[in-house]
C-alpha cells in the first residue's frame, strides 16, 4: 500500500493507473477505521482494479468544535487494518491539501434532502459533507465510490452530488456492518462503556420489530411503540418512519419508494444513528 498525504503526488499516481487501463475504486472515510470500513474496501477491491482510500478528518461536517477535537484519530492502526487491501492510502493532514488556500463551500441544491433528519438536527452537516466529497472526488476521478448505508442519507445525497456536478462516478451504497449484539458499527461505539455498547442493541431490535411487525399497526402507533422501547435506555433524538426515496413523511405503508425507519439518540454522551428499510 502506499501512503501520501499529497493531492498532487496523488494524482500523478492514479494517471499512471488510468494510463495503463485501470479501473479505480475510492472509499472516503474519516479515519478510525473498523471492520465496517473494511468491508467498503474489499467490496472496492472485487469491483475495481485499484482500491484508494482517503483519512481526513473534515472540519465543515462538524456542527461543534468539541466533537470535531474529540474525534478520534488513529492513523498507525487504520494504516495496518487496510494494507493488504487497498493500494493507495490518501490522508492529507491539512485541510488546505483539500480545500485549496481558503475553504470556501458551495451551496448544493439536494431538492431538501439535505435538510430532513439528520439535516434538521445537523444543520450544514451535509453541505459540509458535500463539499469535501466533491474535492475528494475531483483530486481522485474514481469509477466507483463506495459508502455504507448506516449513513443512507449521506448516500443519497452523494447520489444526487455525482448528478449535480456531472461526474461519471458510479456511487455505490454497501450494506450495513454489525457487531454480535446487532449494534452497527461505527468509530463512535469506541467511546461507549462496556454496559452502553452491550444495550445499545436495542436499537437494532426496535428497528427489526417495526420491520416485522409494521403491518399490525398504524405508522402513529408503532413509531410511539418503538419510541418506548428505545426510551429510558437511550435518549431518543428521533426515530422517523420515512419515504426511502425523498425521505419526506407517510401517511402509510402502502408506498411506492420503500420505507426507510431512521433512529437517532444518545448514550454515554455518545450520538449513535442506524436505520431499516423494507
Known amino acids: 500500500m502506499k501512503f501520501t498525504s499529497s493531492s498532487q503526488e496523488l494524482k500523478s499516481l492514479l494517471k499512471s493507473e488510468q494510463d495503463k487501463g485501470k479501473s479505480i475504486g475510492f472509499v472516503p472515510t474519516m479515519g478510525a477505521l473498523h471492520s465496517g470500513h473494511l ?10 482494479d485499484i482500491v484508494v482510500c482517503s483519512i481526513f478528518v473534515n472540519p465543515t461536517q462538524f456542527n461543534e468544535k468539541s466533537d470535531l477535537e474529540k474525534y478520534p484519530r488513529t492513523i498507525e492502526a487504520d494504516k495496518n487494518l487496510i494494507k493488504n487491501y487497498c493500494d493507495y492510502l490518501f490522508a492529507p493532514e491539512t485541510a488546505e491539501e483539500v480545500y485549496g488556500d481558503k475553504i470556501e ?4 441544491d439536494f431538492g431538501g434532502l439535505e435538510n430532513e433528519l439528520e439535516g434538521e438536527f445537523r444543520p450544514g452537516h451535509f453541505q459540509g459533507m458535500a463539499n469535501v466529497v466533491s474535492l475528494l472526488l475531483k483530486i481522485v476521478t474514481p469509477d466507483k465510490a463506495f459508502f455504507g448505508l448506516k449513513d443512507y442519507q449521506q448516500y443519497k445525497i452523494v447520489c444526487r ?20 449484539n446487532g449494534l452497527a458499527r461505527s468509530s463512535r461505539n469506541e467511546l461507549l462503556s462496556e454496559k452502553g455498547r452491550e444495550v445499545a442493541s436495542v436499537i437494532s431490535y ?5 420491520k416485522k411487525y409494521h403491518a399490525h ?10 419510541k418506548a422501547m428505545i426510551q429510558g435506555i437511550l435518549e431518543v433524538e428521533y426515530l422517523e418512519i420515512r419515504d426511502a426515496e425523498t425521505l419526506k413523511n ?3 405503508w ?13 448514550i ?11
Not at 105 to 108: D, N, P, Y
Not at 206 to 210: C, D, E, K, R
Not at 217 to 226: D, G, H, R
Open 161 to 180: 452530488l455525482v448528478e449535480i456536478i456531472k461526474l461519471k462516478t458510479e456511487i455505490v451504497g454497501c450494506t450495513i456492518i454489525r457487531e454480535e
Open 250 to 252: 407517510i401517511t402509510s
Open 105 to 108: 463551500l458551495i451551496e448544493f
Open 268 to 278: 454515554d454522551g455518545v450520538r449513535l444513528i442506524d436505520n431499516i428499510r423494507f
Open 206 to 210: 426496535t428497528l427489526n420489530y417495526i
Open 39 to 48: 468491508s467498503l474496501i474489499k467490496q472496492a477491491q472485487k469491483e475495481c
Open 254 to 266: 402502502e408506498n411506492n419508494n420503500g420505507v426507510f425507519v431512521s433512529f437517532a439518540g444518545m
Open 217 to 226: 399497526f398504524s405508522i402513529t402507533e408503532i413509531q410511539e411503540k418503538a
